[in-house]
């Protein structure tokens, strides 16, 4: 994780634009936006992979594919689940553990970088939103509001997205310390100088705040965990964890209520505001950090239950590959995986999908004329 001024800022959002928005601009009738075009002019393309995503799993699944000559067509979305495409890496700046990068690299950059690489090998990518789905028959049937695909096979890699909470300070842009501060992955951004030695909270009860929490207190010179009961939901022996460790501090009953700047000016966090919630009292915590820990949303509610998910709502695969539960549909990245969530684990995941799908299309003896 970086800071950056308002003007770079706005040289990334100026680039990020350009990035996003460049095939529906540049190119003809691939990648016209859903807006353009009216029921009657739907329009319907034939291919033998589909991949529905566009993070670092979908982008791998996207390269292998077309590196095994399937011409695969990438949905990447516009602004599904409030997120630019790229997923989750858009939101954050430096991503500084994805090797190949010793320097790091911003989020935005890297997530270009993965669209180059796939469209360097003949990936045909738009940017639309596939909001419906229909897994009964084969060829498969995909839908965003300007087209339909019939796809032989399916790799779905839409991600989750963090859990946040609301409250003053809490957002992006003026006032708000999202990415300055405040952060909801631990694993990726809590190694930053920012927060090295400094007081640390984590809010959250259950067992990713334990793991989070005590993750930190190798950078953090303390870490608070804030939870709004007074017991916690996690199991016993991750609460043992956390309690037992000496660098680490439960606030019971408690909630944040306003988070604010530094002493220094220098736009990141610099404290909280704590209530408690049994007895109303306000006070002052002076971190330099806050990561939310209250979970995971799998992107999967346009599936609309057709493939078998868990009780999380994350896409359930056969161990040892990205298989679902509908055969020729296949799952990677963060959509169905709610323990490592890493951008590296989800291009693994994206890599066997890619083989997955490859398999089952020779195995049909769908090979032949690879795509419309």
């Not at 935005?108 to 909001?131: A, H, L, P, W």
């Not at 229909?134 to 300007?146: I, R």
Request: glycine content about 12%.
């Amino acid at each position: 994780m970086c800071w950056i001024s308002v003007s770079q800022l706005k040289s990334l959002l100026n680039r990020a634009g350009g990035f996003l928005l460049g095939s529906a601009l540049n190119a003809p009738s691939l990648t016209s936006s859903a807006s353009s075009s009216s029921p009657a002019a739907m329009e319907t393309h034939k291919t033998k992979v589909c991949i529905v995503g566009s993070g670092p799993a979908a982008h791998t699944a996207a390269i292998y594919a077309a590196r095994a000559e399937l011409k695969p067509l990438l949905f990447e979305g516009w602004m599904a689940n409030d997120i630019a495409p790229g997923g989750q890496l858009t939101t954050t700046t430096d991503v500084e553990n994805f090797p190949g990068f010793p320097e790091g690299i911003l989020g935005i950059d890297i997530v270009e970088k993965f669209r180059k690489q796939s469209e360097r090998f003949g990936t045909k990518i738009f940017t639309e939103t596939v909001n419906k789905v229909d897994f009964s028959s084969k060829p498969f049937k995909l839908f965003t509001d300007s087209r339909t695909v019939l796809a032989d096979a399916v790799i779905i890699s839409t991600g989750a997205v963090a859990k946040r909470l609301s409250f003053a300070g809490s957002g992006e842009g003026a006032g708000g310390f999202w990415n300055r501060g405040i952060s909801a992955c631990a694993v990726c951004d809590g190694a930053a100088p920012i927060f090295r030695n400094k007081p640390l909270v984590v809010i959250g009860g259950g067992d990713s705040a334990m793991e989070e929490a005590n993750f930190l207190t190798k950078y953090g010179s303390k870490v608070y965990i804030i939870h709004r009961r007074d017991t916690f939901r996690a199991s016993k022996i991750m609460q043992q964890r956390a309690l037992s460790n000496p660098k680490i501090e439960v606030i019971w009953n408690s909630s944040v209520v306003e988070a604010y700047g530094d002493e220094n000016g220098k736009g990141v966090l610099g404290g909280l505001k704590v209530k408690n919630v049994v007895t109303g009292d306000v006070s002052d915590l002076k971190v330099s950090g806050l990561f939310f820990a209250i979970g995971h949303e799998p992107a999967t509610k346009f599936l609309d239950g057709q493939l078998e998910v868990d009780e999380d709502g994350y896409v359930v695969t056969k161990p040892g590959t990205t298989k679902t539960s509908v055969v020729g549909v296949f799952a990677a990245g963060d959509v169905q995986d709610k323990k490592y969530r890493q951008a590296i684990t989800a291009a693994g995941t994206g890599c066997m999908a890619a083989l997955d799908a490859e398999h089952y299309l020779q195995e049909i003896g769908s090979q032949e004329g690879k795509s419309d």
